[in-house]
């Protein structure tokens, strides 16, 4: 996999990626958007949300900081999006967490196409259906093989699924991907995860091969991350570092040090 060609796209074609997401890091995801060479925009009226993403090129949900309005123009825009075929990322943040936002999650689920269903490791497996809670929006300890948890969901709803931790792994009907970039740094900051989905989206908006474009945008990501802590002393400077490191990563860098499997 040629992870620094996908990059090379979203420069060249800098693609417009539309977000409905969470309050707490929509800045931070604006920003990775735009330091990774695309343009953001992040419109949740209801009397705007199919227009707008009648002109991006993919659509990116975070349930973070749900309300019932806010999944209401989820559902215009995914629609939009639907109808136009072009992807849509959700972030299932925070499932696990109450029953409103297990709710919620389902509604999506069930009344539109999701491309790519992203979360943490209770999250996804809350999401499969699985007796787990999520400890606010933070991952709790799940003992089962999240591989086969990713894989079966990825066939159950025809879509990608991907978990972030540690390793990361991306998985759709018939193939399986682990990305082992990254460092343990991104844990302490928050949005990391936010920023992972708005990534996701960008390099989706380029790729043909949704599994491969997850896989490939995760893994400039992180490459990004790991350049970051070397030049940081801590969490503030390390997210500092990060938006920089994005910015001037070259394909060299990528090449030397992705870790796929």
Known sequence: MKVS???EKVREQKPLVHHITNWVTIYDCANIVKVLGG???????????????????????NI????????????????????????IVLDVCGAGAT???????????????IDIIK?????????SGLDVSTKGVDSSEVNTDLTLVAKQLAKQKDCIVVITGKIDIIAS?????????????????????????????TFAAVGDDLAIAACAGLCAYEVAA???VNISSGP?????KLFDCIFNLKSSDIDASQRIE
């Open 39 to 61: 343009s953001p925009v992040m419109a949740h009226a209801p009397e705007e949300v199919a227009q707008m993403t009648n002109i991006a090129s993919a659509l990116v949900l």
């Open 119 to 127: 979360g943490n490791a209770s999250e996804i497996a809350r999401v």
């Open 99 to 113: 029953k409103f936002r297990d709710q919620k999650i389902l509604e999506l689920l069930e009344q539109v196409k």
């Open 226 to 228: 790991e350049q970051a």
């Open 236 to 240: 503030a400077t390390f997210k500092e």
């Open 5 to 7: 060609d996908l990059l």
């Open 64 to 87: 973070g900081t749900l309300t019932n309005d806010l999944i209401e123009a989820m559902k215009i825009a995914a629609l939009a999006a639907n109808k136009k075929n072009i992807p």
């Open 173 to 201: 009907k018939d193939k399986c991907f682990k990305v082992k970039n990254g460092n343990e740094m991104m844990e302490h900051v928050v949005g990391t995860g936010c920023m992972a989905a708005s990534v996701i989206g």
